[in-house]
């Protein structure tokens, strides 16, 4: 998966290019932002997802915990999903309720989705800004350095960063977090560059306005629209990443679970006659990957509209 | 006294029948024209040196590219293999190997005492530094504990070669497994001009020269290995498989979908699958002990908890595990719940009477129950223990059933995965409170078990003493009749419970039905090349 | 350019530099050493193996002999877990057969995702294009290790049209799941990718004008609009290269392929530090050529470029 670079520029460029009024610009991305089918879709199903998150545990007739001793070693016959015992979605090889399981695996990757995304935005615009603020030859070292981790096999950095320090989960969020900074923090510092050179900007300066009024009326609005869409755009490549991280075995561990953790449990499974097992996990983790991009997506064209 | 092993009838009755006859030369089963061999390897072999491998799966090989004193038969009883026979001293402390005369390298140089005498100096030799040099010091070889010491020199090893075909060792004490102990790899001959021509890289085909039934024609790192069979092998004529392939697959479940698929003739069953796979597959699919127990050890040096120091406690975790669903509804593959140390098949075993084991598990829960609650601990008060585990998914699955046998009796477990290499580290330094471990015997015999908790072992990481259980296992190795210290050594476990055993493992396997051969019936299921054959559908 | 391509490569240095220190100390400071062994080894055994690997010598200075061993005689070591092997000999054989399927995984992903991208620009709006953004965005959050089973399960046990595994020197009936299952997310990607900038191109003054000229769809296309419109995708090859390469890990692991990937995943695991660092420097490099040959490709794409 990949964010779009050339939706990205051009949404960069139109939010440093014209001079943006926050209130209206917002306004109109609302109105088209809700028009667009899809972005909606995705954002009714973000937000079932998200219920789904969080009183799922209610629901569940079983904690995610308990082995169930009536099906255990009888998977594949008596383990399926089924509404009179409860299992609504069936149960994993060791009899526990898959729909709790489920739920804590929504839990878990949705969180290192976001709190991988937000660290990810926070350290790129702070980085970003901070060169592009100062400039000169602090912005040359600071962007040669990006230039420099670029290159680095980040994979596999990551890999060696849960051998070293063990498998924690906050050891995920960092190291999810802080090998997806590089392009954002490019991204705003192109924006900063380009607008402290701004005929609007400087002509609110020659006409007296205040520097913080500047940040808060021109640059803020301007950078936030990027922010908000690289980060939206950003959760489900962090949700990918941990699936992979898990499928090797260096996720979360037991006794949480996440999507990745769960997925790749089923796939070894899928033809033993347990498919729900695959199927569950699976459907939720693909439904809300392509409800962020929805969204993502959406968010970006309301920002910067044009016939796409 | 002098033992001669006669040549077994399976041998002398192979003899006289050629091996390409269309029909096995015993049992007259037609063979196949197709005379391969296919099995699978989760993972890359480490290595193919005698001395230096350490691992099951390549051992396995080596048994096919080299061959030591003696070889293990279909049921697990000694057959000649370099060695045609042996004396032994009044002392019983001075064997002396007869070699054959018509063993040869794959080179064709032949095999002599010496290559013996290179290779076991090799095992014990610091400087080589064998990670199996203690294997030398188990066997009792003269000298061969202050040589890996590094307090004396390799060549006083109490080993000779006292004429090309004649190999003497000395031992320190009367050791009456010691024959049995050449079967394993790393008592192989190694041929010594190969390994100083081409130093590390000597096992590497075109390199290699061994004195087995077949050679190494491939070894691709990662995915394959393919044995070719050894024309001037002493008893080629009786070996029937030509090619015999080793495939790497990474993934237990892979390797399963390629057997259906028909480009295996052997892999492993993934824990749980055995009862539908036997279902569909009767001749196909097969269980059969294998000599490994699988435990929690517990911890109980000074680093270790508080809590476990008390027998009672350890007792109450141990009747809390509910075995039958640990083997019926968890690995479902044959295996057999535990209560003891020593696998059940072990050659001349008495299981001791073991309380807990004749009890009812709700019987053991009650029992547990009561122990904690007098310890002060309930689920209101849990006592709280964390628990290691190497990475594998049957680990995990037993590791959470456990976990869960456990809470409603106030033992809050927290599961802690990691790295077999951070696992075993950890375990040596007693930087663990209970760690999962499991041991395969290296011959048949009790004391490859019960030697590990001595005091003065090596791998009683959990540092269990008991002063009886050390003089037990001292006399053991005099007593003409070791058995029933055996036993007693296994009550003093059972009482002390310094280690929470689980089950006792077996060999499940999906064995192609068309190959024959395969000693499921030796609980230490090691197998040879040349014993196996392909018989015609 | 030519003083680009140096400045470029001024920087490759201190990137390996930093890599290799960091990895180094990465790893020594990792629990669990390559000797760990089941037994516990005797003192003298343990002193043994340590000093044969170096591992008995001050950090800085293991670091200065093993780079010191990369520089002059391009000796990564031995191995401390394949004894019989050294990294130069396990790279050696595990290389060209990532390089094989990674490479061919690459022309696939980029001729299919181009073409894709192209076909749905143009027609825009079409069955086609709603056809090729839910294959591209389907494609993308399949995860490439429910992919390759799938594949074995269906070609392999059901069809019987495919070995399972292996690689049997790279045949083509040993390629062609690896192929598909490491090229089907970057295809989509780029697929993607091709067809915004695509939009974007065909919307900008120059075609407008071309097209006003009366010059054919076909060589508008061909002439004006494709050269432009590859930009963002020759920018994504970077990180797509990348990527690749840790989907190796996949392919390897289920196709049994025995390339690098898994090597660098074991190696890890197993505290195998030889091995590890010589794949983490192989990839370092080549993720910096590759990104040098994509800036000079992007150059030369796009004129309004000056070095």
């Not at chain 2, 019926?328 to 807990?356: C, R, S």
């Not at chain 3, 990792?30 to 690997?53: D, H, I, Q, T, W």
Request: hydrophobic share 45%; net charge negative; proline share 5%.
């Amino acid at each position: 998966m990949v964010i779009d670079s050339t939706k990205m520029k051009s949404l960069a460029d139109r939010l440093a290019g014209d001079e943006v009024k926050g209130r209206s610009l917002w306004a109109d991305a609302r109105k088209r932002f809700f028009k667009n089918k899809a972005a909606v879709g995705g954002l009714l199903v973000l937000l079932l997802v998200l219920a789904f998150a969080v009183f799922g545990t209610s629901i569940a007739r079983y904690s995610n915990e308990t082995l169930d001793f009536s099906v255990m070693g009888q998977i594949a016959e008596k383990g399926g999903p089924s509404l009179a015992n409860g299992h609504y979605f069936g149960t994993d090889d060791l009899g526990r309720d898959l729909f709790a399981r489920t739920v804590q695996g929504t839990q878990i990757s949705l969180a290192v989705g976001i709190v991988g995304s937000a660290i990810a935005v926070l350290v790129g615009t702070f980085y970003g800004a901070f060169a592009g603020y100062v400039g000169g030859r602090t912005d040359n070292v600071m962007m040669r350095l990006v230039d420099i981790l670029m290159s680095i096999p980040y994979m596999f950095v990551l890999i060696l960063l849960l051998v070293v320090f063990g498998r924690s989960i906050i050891m995920l969020f960092m190291g999810i977090g802080l090998i997806s900074w590089l392009d954002m923090s490019r991204i705003v510092r192109g924006q900063t560059l380009s607008l402290k050179h701004k005929e609007f900007i400087e002509a609110a300066e020659a006409t007296g306005v205040s520097r913080l009024t500047i940040i808060r009326r021109h640059i803020v609005p301007n950078l936030l629209g990027v922010v908000a869409v690289y980060a939206t755009l950003l959760v489900p490549l962090m949700i990918l990443t941990e699936s992979f991280i898990s499928f090797l075995g260096l996720g979360v561990q037991e006794p949480l679970t996440s999507w990745g953790a769960l997925i790749s449990e089923g796939a070894g499974t899928m033809n033993y006659g347990t498919l729900w097992q695959l199927a569950f996990p699976l459907f939720f983790f693909v439904i809300t990957l392509f409800a962020f991009f929805f969204v993502g997506d959406g968010l970006r064209d309301a920002l910067d509209p044009k016939d796409r | 006294m002098k033992t001669k092993l006669l040549l077994s009838t399976i041998l002398s009755l192979t003899l006289a029948v050629p091996a390409w006859a269309a029909t096995h030369p015993v049992t007259g089963e037609e063979l196949s024209a197709n005379q391969t061999y296919t099995y699978w390897l989760l993972d890359a072999i480490k290595s193919l040196d005698p001395q230096i491998n350490t691992d099951v799966e390549g051992s396995d090989l080596i048994r096919s590219l080299f061959e030591g004193l003696y070889n293990e038969g279909p049921t697990g009883e000694l057959e000649p293999g370099v060695a045609t026979s042996y004396d032994i001293s009044d002392d019983k402390m001075t064997y002396t190997f007869h070699l054959r005369a018509d063993a040869k390298w794959s080179n064709g140089d032949p095999v002599t005492a010496n290559d013996f005498v290179y290779a076991w100096r090799r095992l014990a030799d610091p400087a080589f530094a064998s990670e199996y040099a203690w294997y030398m010091e188990l066997m009792q070889v003269v000298n061969a504990a202050e040589i890996t010491a590094g307090t004396a020199a390799p060549d006083t090893l109490g080993v000779r070669a006292v004429d090309d075909h004649t190999f003497e060792v000395k031992i320190l004490a009367p050791l009456p497994y010691f024959p049995a102990m050449t079967v394993h790899g790393s008592t192989f001959p190694v041929h010594q001009a190969t390994v100083e021509k081409f130093g590390n890289e000597w096992t590497l085909p075109g390199n290699i020269v061994g004195n087995g039934a077949y050679t190494l024609a491939e070894h691709i790192h990662g995915e394959k290995l393919v044995l070719k069979r050894n024309p001037i092998y002493w008893d080629d004529a009786n070996t029937i498989l030509e090619t015999v392939t080793a495939l790497t697959i990474n993934d237990e479940n892979q390797a399963l979908t390629r057997f259906l698929a028909g480009e295996l003739d052997r892999t492993n069953v993934p824990a749980g699958q055995y009862p539908r796979l036997k279902a569909e597959y009767p001749d196909v699919a097969t269980s059969s002990a294998y000599s490994c127990s699988y435990i929690y050890m517990l911890n109980l040096s000074d680093k270790g908890p508080a809590s476990l120091k008390d027998t009672n406690v350890r007792r109450a975790l141990s009747y809390g595990v509910n075995r039958d669903i640990i083997v019926d509804a968890v690995l479902q593959g044959g295996q057999k719940p535990a209560f003891n140390w020593t696998h059940w098949a072990t050659a001349g075993f008495t299981m001791p009477e073991i309380e807990y084991a004749g009890w009812t598990q709700a019987a053991r829960e009650a029992k547990a129950k009561e122990l904690l609650t007098a310890a002060g601990y309930s689920p209101a008060n849990p006592l709280r223990l964390t628990l290691n585990y190497n990475t594998s998914e049957a680990h995990k699955k037993i590791a959470i059933a456990i976990a869960q046998f456990w809470k409603p009796l106030g033992v809050e477990l927290t599961l802690n995965n990691m790295e077999w290499q951070v696992h075993t580290d950890k375990m040596q330094n007693q930087d663990f409170e209970m760690a999962r471990y499991a041991w395969c015997g290296d011959y048949n015999e009790a004391s490859t078990y019960l030697d590990l908790f001595t005091s003065y072992s090596g791998h009683n990481n959990g540092k269990f003493y008991s002063e009886e259980y050390d003089r037990l296992m001292k006399e053991s190795k005099t007593a003409a009749d070791p058995q029933p210290m055996y036993t007693a050594a296994e009550q003093i476990l059972a009482d002390e419970m310094p280690v929470i055993p689980i089950y006792h493992y077996a060999k499940v396997d999906m064995i192609a039905a068309d190959i024959k051969g395969i000693p499921t019936a030796n609980v230490m299921q090691t197998w040879y090349a040349k014993e196996l054959y392909r018989v015609a559908k | 350019m030519f003083a680009f391509i140096v400045r470029r490569l001024a920087i490759a240095v201190p990137t390996l530099l930093l890599l290799i220190v960091f990895s180094f100390l990465l790893m020594h400071a990792a629990p669990g050493g390559p000797f760990v062994s089941e037994r516990g080894l005797p003192p003298a055994v343990l002193a043994n193996l340590n000093a044969k690997y170096g591992l008995d010598q001050p950090m800085w200075r293991q670091m200065l002999t093993y780079v010191w061993g990369i520089v002059s005689d391009f000796d990564f070591g031995p191995s401390f877990i394949y004894k019989d092997r050294t990294v130069n000999a396990i790279i050696a054989q595990g290389f060209p057969v990532t390089l094989t399927y990674g490479a061919i995984s690459f022309v696939v992903a980029v001729v299919a995702g181009v073409s894709l991208g192209v076909a749905a620009a143009i027609w825009h709006n079409s069955w086609l294009d709603y056809l090729a953004v839910g294959i591209s965005i389907g494609a993308q959050v399949l995860p490439n290790f429910v992919m390759a089973p799938i594949l074995v399960l269906v070609f392999t046990l059901w069809l019987g049209w495919l070995p399972g595994g292996g690689w049997e020197g790279g045949q083509w009936q040993y390629l062609i799941m690896p192929v598909v299952a490491l090229s089907t997310s970057f295809m989509a990607s780029i697929a993607r990718i091709t067809r915004s900038s695509m939009l974007e191109v065909m919307n900008s003054n120059h075609i407008r004008t071309a097209k006003a000229k009366g010059l054919p769809m076909r060589k508008v296309i061909i002439r004006h609009a494709l050269k432009p419109a590859m930009l963002p995708v020759v920018s994504y090859l970077g990180p797509a290269f990348v990527t690749m390469i840790t989907g190796s890990v996949v392919v390897d692991m289920y196709f049994s392929t025995g390339g690098i990937g898994k090597a660098f995943v074991d190696s890890a695991l197993n505290r195998d530090y030889a091995v590890m660092m010589g794949v983490t420097i192989l990839v370092g490099t080549l993720t910096v050529l590759f990104n040098l040959l994509v800036d000079i490709l992007y150059a030369w794409i796009d004129p309004k470029i000056r070095y």
